[in-house]
């Protein structure tokens, strides 16, 4: 089974701090995702990267970052966390052109951000 | 752009009985794959099931169905026999392999089962 795993379940951190919320996937996916859930929005896509040390923008990047120094880790940084960035944050891998898969993604289990 | 429609915020079905979500979407491209996530209270968000837009015969996993009707731009899933465990968040989805397999997502519906 695929095994997505993410850093924390839940955090707090007070504004202006710098967090980082890591994702670990064990399939050999080439794509991983950061979302962001807010009731009544669905899921946003922060970024996301189809390759080592690639990445691309999503719908919401305004401050966020991502690092992904190796294949199977994927890290969403905030700069200097906001109130307004309080939220759900799901990380997602998926398989690549390529990798014999139907592209579904598979999530972790979410880290509950509160930013204070 | 790339927008998919979810209208049923919330919805409640009696155990045993059948109910359907339904999901709209709209694209320019041919080529796609539709997707159907559940997402239990306070639990891990799941993949239900799958359509690829080129198969005309609608997908079926065990109680649950799906309807495309692709010239209309419709996904809805059918869920049979509805259980307890059933009670969840519904994502409708689809992915575009031209963008980079980067998935769109609805707003979700809140599907309760009632004993």
């Known amino acids: 089974d695929v095994k997505v795993t993410q850093s924390s379940r839940y955090l707090v951190k007070r504004t202006g701090e710098k967090v980082f919320l890591e994702c670990v996937q064990d399939?050999?996916?080439?794509?991983m995702f950061w979302y962001r859930q807010d009731p009544g929005l669905g899921l946003r896509l922060i970024y996301f990267?189809?390759?080592?040390?690639?990445?691309e923008k999503g719908d919401i990047p305004e401050g966020y970052s991502v690092s992904r120094e190796k294949k199977e880790r994927f890290s969403l940084i905030l700069e200097s966390a906001s109130t307004n960035q309080t939220s759900m944050y799901l990380c997602?891998?998926?398989?690549?052109?390529?990798?014999?898969?139907?592209?579904?993604?598979?999530f972790g289990p979410g880290t509950r951000l509160t930013v204070t | 752009a790339q927008t998919v429609t979810q209208s049923q915020p919330e919805m409640s079905v009696q155990e045993a009985e059948t109910v359907t979500l339904s999901c709209t979407y709209d694209?320019?491209?041919?080529?796609?794959?539709l997707f159907w996530y559940k997402q239990p209270p306070s639990r891990q968000m799941i993949l239900v099931i799958r359509?690829?837009?080129?198969?005309?015969q609608n997908a079926t996993e065990n109680r649950f169905s799906v309807n495309f009707q692709k010239a209309a731009k419709s996904f809805s899933l059918k869920i049979s026999d509805s259980q307890l465990g059933d009670t969840a968040m519904y994502f409708c989805?689809?992915?575009?392999?031209?963008?980079?397999?980067?998935?769109?997502f609805g707003t979700g519906t809140s599907l309760t089962v009632i004993p």
């Open positions: 990267s189809y390759d080592v040390k690639m990445k």
């Open positions: 694209t320019s491209e041919n080529n796609y794959y």
């Open positions: 399939m050999d996916h080439e794509n």
């Open positions: 989805a689809f992915m575009t392999v031209n963008t980079g397999n980067q998935f769109y």
């Open positions: 997602a891998s998926g398989g690549g052109l390529g990798q014999g898969t139907f592209y579904e993604q598979y």
């Open positions: 359509q690829e837009a080129y198969k005309q």
